[in-house]
């Protein structure tokens, strides 16, 4: 078992990543959650914690959704609309109890999901975890029928400049216990995705060529994504969605 080693460090290590998290400055999410572009032929839905939120950036447009939005329009030269449903800070539990509820969207081509660090910093056991991802998939089904849902990868914690070598380790095993669970349910959603290759800043330096960056160039405050990240992180998540998911998408544009 994963985590059987550290069990008796629990308490402290908890202890550790929230005063990390709850030091850290609050930076605010943009506010420009929701974009109508006319003649929008694509509609995305983005749901989940602080990177969904854009925490880090200045505009959701340098954000994960803004960049996957164009990633969208210059491909199938359409227009693209979005509505942003996230903040800092939450779990899956906070997201199916306190904003589901909030979703303004009718319809929609495409959810995308960010969740697992809240849910690994807080140490959230695998079955409620499990309950909690359940509630939020029984929810979009219902309302969006079959509407594609694509989770994203989970952070990279073992690069988190704030964190030291002891707490990168512990949380990224944590984390790997719920990115298994995650996995283990979506076979009973066949409408629903996970990328699951591991997201770090040294791959985007290695396979974008990007001489002269480092990895705190990749982090707004040692924790939440700048806009370098949120732009690479965006073209990442597209090729996923070309290659593996089922958009039914038309270029509207002569």
């Not at 629990?10 to 929230?18: A, I």
């Not at 009718?106 to 079955?127: H, R, V, Y």
């Amino acid at each position: 078992m994963r985590l059987a080693v550290a069990a008796p460090f629990m308490p402290y290590l908890y202890k550790k990543v929230d005063r990390i998290m709850t030091d850290m400055p609050d930076l605010p999410a943009p506010e420009d959650v929701r974009k109508e572009e006319e003649d929008a032929n694509v509609h995305i839905l983005s749901l989940g914690e602080s990177s969904i939120a854009s925490i880090g950036v200045q505009t959701q447009e340098e954000g994960l959704t803004g960049y996957l939005a164009k990633q969208v329009k210059n491909h199938y030269n359409t227009n693209v609309s979005y509505e942003i449903v996230a903040k800092s800070g939450y779990t899956a539990a906070k997201v199916h109890e306190e904003l589901l509820g909030d979703i303004q969207s009718q319809q929609t081509d495409l959810i995308m999901i960010g969740l697992g660090a809240n849910d690994t910093f807080k140490l959230t056991k695998p079955n409620k975890w499990r309950r909690d991802l359940e509630n939020i998939l029984s929810f979009l089904s219902k309302r969006f029928g079959n509407t594609p849902i694509v989770f994203i990868n989970m952070p990279p914690t073992t690069e988190f400049p704030v964190f030291n070598n002891m707490l990168k380790y512990f949380v990224s095993q944590q984390m790997l216990i719920l990115r298994d669970e995650l996995q283990q349910l979506l076979p009973s959603y066949p409408q629903a995705y996970y990328i699951a290759n591991k997201l770090t800043a040294e791959g985007f330096i290695k396979k974008f060529d990007l001489q002269g960056k480092r990895i705190q160039d990749f982090y707004s405050d040692g924790v939440h994504p700048s806009r370098l990240t949120y732009d690479l992180w965006a073209r990442e998540i597209f090729d996923y969605i070309l290659g593996n998911v089922p958009l039914q998408i038309k270029s509207q544009k002569s």
